[in-house]
């Protein structure tokens, strides 16, 4: 699914597609190659690199800890649905959304 969200901000007005990021190296090289950006090569590097939004496309056990990760550090998330695993996850990410100031969608 990340390669669709990839595909959709690299075609979008007024958006820039930064990067991707994918555990899997040979995953993430073909993503970025196919929408002319950079594959990074850590979650931490990716969070890191500047940008003002995410799209969480990761399984849906690791949405929460992900985009409460990405919240911390500044940014807006937008999460593939379902939102979380639980209504517990839910919650904490609605918690980390407030307490950062950035939009959870």
Do not use: W
């Not at 390669?3 to 958006?15: F, T």
């Not at 994918?22 to 970025?32: F, I, K, L, Y």
């Not at 850590?42 to 990405?70: M, N, Y």
């Amino acid at each position: 699914m990340g390669a669709q969200h990839a595909r959709v901000y690299a075609e979008l007005p007024g958006s820039t597609l930064v990067g991707v990021y994918d555990p899997n190296q040979e995953v993430a090289r073909a993503c970025a190659e196919a929408y002319n950006c950079h594959a990074f090569s850590s979650l931490k590097a990716f969070l890191d690199a500047g940008i003002e939004a995410v799209s969480v496309a990761v399984p849906t056990s690791l949405h929460a800890e992900v985009a409460i990760e990405a919240l911390e550090q500044g940014l807006h998330v937008l999460v593939e649905k379902p939102i979380a695993a639980t209504v517990e996850e839910a919650t904490a990410m609605l918690r980390a959304a407030e307490a950062s100031g950035q939009k959870l969608m």
